[in-house]
């Protein structure tokens, strides 16, 4: 068990649906991490939030759009998306912000599937 | 900018064959590196680290020394087993690079008994 829980686990919506992925992490951690893996690239980080605080934006489009309503709990509001954003969504968090040596402990992903 | 370069896979071993995934780098600095694995259905988790030049990370019998000289981080093992079926990430984090982690494509390992 990694201490970090993503849900829902699978997901598919149409392109004009509204959806949000949650994450929640127990391991007391202060920094959460938004990840997308897609076949044949590397992972893609989106968003880093630290101590609640967004921090980090990697011109990721509008139809995602990320809430850290505390330092525990972390969600992707997802609409409008394309079929290219199929994708695994990855959450991660780490201890005492983003040192270069903090480890990051990730969640099992959300699959997500766009038609 | 910085980078990270994994062979290719997917690799297929029998039990007990020995195991090597090469990793090499390109970055400015002293980079830290890092192994993470991901099971089928699961998400990443740190396999091992290693900090500075000719640091050897090791985890679960497999190990990685960080070569500076060669930029490479090769992961091995000497006997591999069914379990260890999965894909396998190099990664590193840099000082210079806003301590982002720069993720290698992954190379799957498929173990048959």
């Known amino acids: 068990e990694t201490g970090v829980t993503q849900t829902p686990r699978h997901l598919v919506m149409g392109m004009t649906n509204k959806k949000s992925l949650k994450c929640e992490q127990h391991l007391g951690h202060n920094a959460m991490y938004w990840y997308k893996q897609s076949a044949k690239k590397p992972l893609e980080l989106m968003f880093v939030?630290?101590?609640?605080?967004?921090?980090e934006n990697n011109s990721v489009p509008s139809r995602f759009s990320p809430e850290c309503p505390n330092s525990s709990h972390l969600f992707l509001h997802l609409h409008t998306l394309q079929p290219e954003d199929s994708a695994l969504y990855l959450c991660?968090?780490?201890?005492?912000?983003?040192?270069?040596?903090?480890?990051?402990?990730f969640g099992p992903g959300t699959r997500l599937t766009v038609l | 900018g910085d980078s990270v370069t994994q062979m290719e896979g997917p690799v297929t071993l029998s039990e007990e064959a020995f195991l090597t995934i090469n990793c090499t780098y390109t970055?400015?600095?002293?980079?830290?590196l890092f192994w993470y694995v991901q099971y089928p259905g699961e998400g990443l988790q740190l396999l091992l680290k290693?900090?500075?030049a000719d640091d050897k990370g090791s985890n679960k019998g497999f190990e990685a020394t960080y070569r500076k000289e060669t930029t490479s981080f090769h992961l091995e093992k000497g006997s591999v087993q069914v379990s260890d079926s999965a894909v396998y990430f190099c990664?590193?984090?840099?000082?210079?690079?806003?301590?982002?982690?720069?993720w290698g494509l992954g190379t799957s390992l498929a173990v048959n008994p």
């Open positions: 991660a968090s780490s201890q005492g912000g983003t040192g270069i040596n903090n480890e990051q402990f």
């Open positions: 970055a400015t600095g002293y980079p830290s």
């Open positions: 290693a900090t500075k």
């Open positions: 939030y630290n101590f609640k605080e967004q921090t």
């Open positions: 990664a590193l984090r840099n000082a210079g690079n806003n301590r982002k982690l720069i």
